[in-house]
T-cell receptor
Framework: AQKVTQAQTEISVVEKEDVTLDCVYETRDTTYYLFWYKQPPSGELVFLIRRNSFDEQNEISGRYSWNFQKSTSSFNFTITASQVVDSAVYFCALSEALRSNYQLIWGAGTKLIIKP | NAGVTQTPKFQVLKTGQSMTLQCAQDMNHEYMSWYRQDPGMGLRLIHY???????DQGEVPNGYNVSRSTTEDFPLRLLSAAPSQTSVYFC?????????????FGPGTRLTVL
């Protein structure tokens, strides 16, 4: 069963539009962490945010914001006033306490295209 | 501070050949891991290490070997390459292997097996 689901395979918006990337996760752990990573066209993986399961406060960092809702098992990512440089594949990932190696479980990614 | 480095960036192999993908980090991280990235599947863990001399299997270990003789280096060996191993390989490291530690990734190695 898919533990991290990013239902949006690809999203295309025009520059300056707001865009939300969805992430739904599944876990039986009460202690876990959620992550977002960005993979630009150059291919590297860039860490964006880490959120633990006990902290449901929304996070804002510049134009980026994250909405964590345990009630719906979602950890959505919003980019406000998108820019062409935001074009990338974005991955949501889960780390569960019960896993002995704390491996990251990855979603399939959402490709975000920002058109000028 | 170079972070996590990987070599080579690109590699083409013929079926049956062997090779080693190199990974090194200069952050004195204890935890290192190897992932493969395939289209539409996210990343999957191949092998990981919680410290020098200690390695373990991840989700998709078959066809790969690892060793960890030093804290800095964590090479991944393909014993007999197969077309199914065509993928992008990422090495990652973190300070420890705990739930709270963020993993930092190398730039990746794009491998094609013909």
């Amino acid at each position: 069963a898919q533990k991290v689901t990013q239902a949006q395979t690809e999203i295309s918006v025009v520059e300056k539009e707001d865009v939300t990337l969805d992430c739904v996760y599944e876990t039986r752990d009460t202690t876990y962490y959620l992550f977002w990573y960005k993979q630009p066209p150059s291919g590297e993986l860039v860490f964006l945010i880490r959120r633990n399961s006990f902290d449901e406060q929304n996070e804002i960092s510049g134009r980026y914001s994250w909405n964590f809702q345990k009630s719906t098992s979602s950890f959505n990512f919003t980019i406000t006033a998108s820019q062409v440089v935001d074009s990338a594949v974005y991955f949501c990932a889960l780390s569960e306490a019960l896993r002995s190696n704390y491996q990251l479980i990855w979603g399939a990614g959402t490709k975000l295209i920002i058109k000028p | 501070n170079a972070g996590v480095t990987q070599t080579p960036k690109f590699q083409v192999l013929k079926t049956g050949q062997s090779m080693t993908l190199q990974c090194a980090q200069d952050m004195n991280h204890e935890y290192m891991s190897w992932y493969r990235q395939d289209p539409g599947m996210g990343l999957r863990l191949i092998h990981y290490s919680v410290g020098a001399g200690i390695t373990d299997q991840g989700e998709v270990p078959n066809g790969y070997n690892v060793s960890r003789s030093t804290t800095e280096d964590f090479p991944l060996r393909l014993l007999s390459a197969a077309p199914s191993q065509t993928s992008v390989y990422f090495c990652a490291s973190s300070y420890g292997g705990s739930l709270t530690d963020t993993q930092y990734f190398g730039p990746g190695t794009r491998l094609t097996v013909l």
